[in-house]
Every structure is written in C-alpha cells, then in structure tokens.
Nanobody, 123 residues
Framework: QVKMVETGGGLAQAGGSLRLSCAAS????????MGWLRQSPGNACEFAAA????????FYGNAVKGRFTISRDNTRNAMDLQMNSLKPEDTANYYC????????????????WGQGTQVTVSS
C-alpha cells in the first residue's frame, strides 16, 4: 500500500520559516517527479513546487518562487519543502504528491497524494 506522509506544518509568523517533509512508503518514487501542492479554504488546489526524479531540476509556482525550495533524498524516499519569508497568503493545507501524468502544474495530473499538513501564517 502506497503511503505518503507529510510532517512539519504548523503556525508561523509572517516573515518566518517552516520546513515540510514528505516520507513515502510502499513504493519507491526514486524515478518519478515529486511535488508540493496546496489548497486553502474556498480556493482551488494550487501548484507550489516540483522536482525531477534526479533532483537536477526544480519548478515553482509564481506565488512561491524565490521563497520556497524543494529538495529530495532518494535514499530515504523522501522530499522536503523549505519555506522562507512566509506570508499570510501561504496559509493552506500542503500536500506532497508524486508521479504526475502530464502537466505537473495541474493537481488532477498527480497520481499519488499524501493526506496534507496545515500551514498557518499569522500577520
């Protein structure tokens, strides 16, 4: 059974930092892209970041570019998201995902998902 578990969410002040982690089990994603998407109440799921299987290339949504950094460790079947300079608009439930089938910026194209971890940024 494939399982992806996010950790590291919580409360941060604007301008602060948080680091999210995603641990996968039941299947290796070493040869698949992985990514982070987020969703806040009343809004559509939004692409945040993605990383190729080797980690050699990364991609970011415009809202987080320059502030968030995605990384992965294939020896642990895991992925992280370092979030700096947080803003209240970063408040959302953050999901790790793997194996996009097509356009990685589209949430519907990701095949495997975690349950999400809540990030709340206060002003």
């Amino acid at each position: 059974q494939v399982k992806m578990v996010e950790t590291g969410g919580g409360l941060a002040q604007a301008g602060g930092s948080l680091r999210l982690s995603c641990a996968a089990s039941g299947r290796t994603f070493n040869y698949y892209p992985m990514g982070w998407l987020r969703q806040s109440p009343g809004n559509a799921c939004e692409f945040a970041a993605a990383i190729t299987w080797s980690g050699s290339s990364t991609f970011y949504g415009n809202a987080v570019k320059g502030r968030f950094t995605i990384s992965r460790d294939n020896t642990r079947n895991a992925m992280d998201l370092q979030m700096n300079s947080l803003k209240p608009e970063d408040t959302a439930n953050y999901y790790c995902a793997a194996d996009p089938d097509g356009d990685y910026t589209k949430s519907d194209d990701w095949r495997f998902w975690g349950q999400g971890t809540q990030v709340t940024v206060s002003s």
